[in-house]
């Protein structure tokens, strides 16, 4: 069970994984585990949720519907028909509109301006559920799984090491920093121009860690207990970018040993990664994906102080 009598400080908000101090994001991770192993008593009765997405969804809507309808929670979804956010009326007039009706917002949106105007006038907690700079709900899954890993072998999360092969795209910024507040020990490795930014780096750099860079794959996964990977082209973005990648793809070649596989789906299956590699026994994508629901639950008790 986590431990009830640290009460770290929460942020109103979850825009970014950086907003979580390391004590906060412990406590979060170990609601987690409790909420999953069935310990946990806190509910969302009588709690609204509106979901609002501008882009197509299958792993973050469905937990989160799920995961607030299985605590007594009401979710609203509103996708990019149903709603005018930014068109027919301006971002912060939707904000202030539905901070009338709902108890908090998840927000899918395509820009991270957007989502940072939507909380900056709204009166109730905003959760990020992806943009173009950040997916912090997906760190938090990604943590608690290698939590889970670690445990296997007797390990502490902050005995990890995880190499990321690939882009360095929202995923990466998120998780960067996630593991710089837990300890992790990050290397990632990427084609020359698609690295993680500076602000990341920066960002990892204040939370007490920052990555080892690498420009060859193997160098980065060698002696790691977990190699994470995610599409080379993210939504909307231009193929053009993919003769890049030569030599990126993860397979068997990468996962020397009992080395776990990590990816956030959906996976280009034959692109940035294989399809043995996936359905391989060290794959634990669907551990993985399975997390999103008790991380994502234990942070709308938290922010709602259920």
């Not at 780096?201 to 990977?229: C, H, M, Q, S």
């Not at 231009?238 to 956030?264: M, N, Y």
């Amino acid at each position: 069970m986590y431990d009830n009598d640290t009460e770290p400080t929460f942020p109103t908000n979850l825009l970014t994984i950086d907003q979580l101090s390391p004590a906060a994001l412990q406590r979060l991770l170990n609601r987690s585990a409790a909420i999953k192993a069935g310990e946990e008593a806190g509910r969302l009765t009588d709690r609204t949720v509106a979901m609002v997405f501008e882009k197509p969804s299958t792993r973050t809507r469905t937990s989160f519907e799920a995961g607030v309808t299985q605590l007594g929670g009401h979710p609203t979804f509103l996708g990019q028909d149903d709603i005018h956010l930014g068109h027919g009326e301006p971002i912060k007039d939707t904000a202030r509109a539905l901070s009338q009706y709902v108890d908090t917002i998840v927000a899918r949106l395509h820009s991270h301006d957007d989502l940072t105007e939507l909380a900056a006038y709204a009166d109730v907690p905003v959760v990020n559920a992806l943009t173009d700079e950040a997916h912090p709900c997906q760190t938090l899954a990604d943590l608690l799984t290698l939590r889970e890993i670690a445990a296997e072998s007797g390990e502490q999360l902050d005995d990890t090491t995880l190499a990321w092969v690939g882009d360095g795209n929202n995923v990466a910024r998120s998780l960067v920093v996630g593991c710089a507040l837990t300890g992790v020990e990050l290397r990632v490795a990427t084609p020359a121009g698609y690295g993680v930014d500076d602000d990341a780096i920066a960002a990892a750099r204040a939370a007490g860690g920052e990555p080892a860079l690498f420009d060859a794959p193997e160098a980065a996964v060698a002696g790691a207990d977990a190699v994470y990977t995610d599409v080379w082209v993210s939504m909307g973005e231009s193929e053009d970018k993919l003769p890049a990648f030569d030599g990126f793809q993860v397979g068997k070649q990468l996962l020397a040993g009992d080395t776990k596989l990590l990816h956030c789906l959906p996976a280009g299956r034959g692109r940035e990664v294989t399809d043995g590699a996936l359905e391989s026994d060290q794959s634990v994508v669907w551990q993985q994906a399975g997390n999103r629901m008790p991380t994502q639950q234990a942070l709308l008790l938290e922010l709602l102080g259920a």
